[in-house]
């Protein structure tokens, strides 16, 4: 174990693309990658951040790292990422959907543009980089999607993100049953609140409408450590799990 309590090299050799990894989650996740040995593709809406955060990545210790601009709702930009990924490093073996979006409004205000605009980034984003894996991801290879407690649990107000990230979980036992004959794994992480600028401008958590308990906030760098095992060697036995990384949040009365 190294200083920052990761395992020495588990991905020396390994290509991780991240998803939403400018900022937040994504980008502890990929610097963890990155500390472990594994070269980093950074994809994220914005070229620049995403390039940016590349930067941070490879001095974080990643041998190799470059960011690609991929909005995850477009089919076509998601296909540029895998290829632009294969082009430079010539493989690919763990890939984190981590991109996420979410709109605050009622129920009886919502519009379906609202839907469609979450569950294309939330659900089919994630539907787009599993099918490139499932024809282009080497053998072995690990996908971690990450989806919510609000899968579970929700509030009101977040109807199409709850709905999406419950939907999430069930692409990721439909992507395991079918991703164990080509030699994949696919898991998920239910990530409960979680130190980022979305948890914090979160409207609902701005009102007091969700209540959040400062001994219940996570650490990006909490889902990382998760994350990573998921991916890692060790976790070889472990296939179409939803496990919830919530500080214990939804053991509460």
């Known amino acids: 174990m190294n200083g920052n309590g990761d395992s020495a090299a588990r991905f020396s050799g390994k290509v991780a693309i991240v998803t939403g ?53 477009a089919e076509e930009q998601v296909g540029r990422t895998v290829s632009e990924t294969l082009d430079r490093f010539g493989r690919w073996d763990v890939l984190v959907n981590n991109a996420g979006l979410m709109v605050f409004k009622a129920l009886d205000q919502l519009t379906t543009d609202d839907w469609l605009k979450v569950w294309r980034v939330d659900l089919m984003g994630a539907f787009y980089f599993t099918k490139q894996a499932f024809s282009k991801m080497s053998d072995g290879g690990a996908i971690v999607n990450v989806s919510s407690v609000h899968a579970r649990e929700t509030t009101a107000g977040v109807a199409p993100y709850a709905a999406a990230k419950a939907a999430l979980l069930s692409l990721t036992r439909s992507a395991a049953l079918e991703g164990k ?23 609902n958590v701005k009102s007091g409408l969700e209540k959040i308990q400062r001994a219940d906030v996570g650490k990006p760098e909490d889902l990382a450590a998760v994350i ?13 799990a939803s496990i919830l990384v919530d500080g214990g949040r939804l053991t509460h009365l």
Do not use: H, Y
């Not at 990530?191 to 980022?196: E, H, K, S």
């Open 21 to 73: 990894a400018a900022s937040g989650i994504g980008l502890a996740v990929a610097k963890r990658f990155g500390r472990e040995g594994a070269r980093v593709v950074v994809a994220d809406l914005n070229r620049g951040g995403a390039e940016k955060a590349a930067g941070e990545v490879k001095s974080a210790g990643a041998p190799d790292a470059f960011g690609s601009a991929c909005d995850v709702s």
């Open 181 to 203: 004959p080509k030699g994949l794994r696919v898991n998920a992480i239910l990530p409960g609140a979680v130190d980022t600028p979305m948890l914090w401008n979160n409207p």
């Open 228 to 240: 990573a095992f998921l991916a890692s060697p060790g976790a070889e036995f472990v296939q179409g």
